[in-house]
């Protein structure tokens, strides 16, 4: 088994590279898609959620992660806060996908702050998505985020420059989604060969 961490900034068109590493035959676990598993009603994380931002974060009885992003991006203190009820828990849910998978899998792992999250992950190989920060806001823009709120996230996130100095690979994304694509077959067949070297 592999195991590659898939990291990139807001924008970057990490999301788009992890499809196409799925349609390519990875197993592609998204951490978003676990931040919002662990924090679900019911959850242990939606407790100490609740009990450190208080129920005014609630929707519907459900955690409105839109009014929770808008509390911890204006904070860096509240941001490392809810950090670190959210880290364990997003990796102990990936690390119970991994038990559960083929033993000859290369498995993807979608995972936005990789760098901000003290490297509590033990990866085989790191792959970054990078593309110009103009380019980022545009695509952040066409997705209906403002100006402010792009830029509130990106100053939460590392640079490409960091994501780029822990990578193995590094995808540049400023081109059209065919370049993009032709870049991850490239590197889907290296991670094949590492994979059966292993």
């Known amino acids: 088994m592999l195991i590659v961490a898939l990291t990139g900034g807001i924008g970057s068109g990490k999301s788009t590279a992890g499809s196409t590493f799925e349609n390519l035959g990875a197993l592609v676990i998204d951490s978003d898609q676990l931040a919002r598993e662990v924090i679900e009603r019911g959850t242990p994380g939606f407790d100490q959620i609740i009990q450190e931002f208080g129920d005014g974060i609630l929707k519907n009885g459900e955690i409105d ?3 929770l992003a808008a509390i911890v991006f204006e904070d860096p203190a509240l941001l490392f806060k809810l950090e670190s009820i959210t880290h364990p828990l997003i990796r102990k849910a990936f690390q119970n996908y991994v038990t559960r998978a083929p033993k000859d899998a290369v498995v993807i792992n979608q995972i936005p702050l990789l760098v901000e999250s003290d490297h509590n992950y033990k990866f085989d190989l ?6 110009k920060q103009e380019l980022r806001k545009e695509r952040l823009l ?25 990578a193995d690979f590094v995808i540049n994304n400023d081109g059209d989604e065919a370049s993009l694509i032709s870049e991850i077959e490239r590197i889907w067949q290296k991670l094949q060969i590492i994979n059966k070297a292993k």
């Not at 790191?126 to 593309?131: G, H, K, L, N």
């Not at 985020?145 to 640079?159: F, G, K, N, V």
Request: proline share 0%; glycine share 2%; no cysteine.
């Open 126 to 131: 790191v792959i970054t998505v990078s593309a």
């Open 65 to 67: 992660r839109s009014a």
């Open 142 to 166: 066409a997705r209906g985020l403002s100006d402010a709120e792009i830029a509130r996230r990106m100053a939460a996130q590392a640079t490409d420059l960091q994501r780029e100095a822990i």
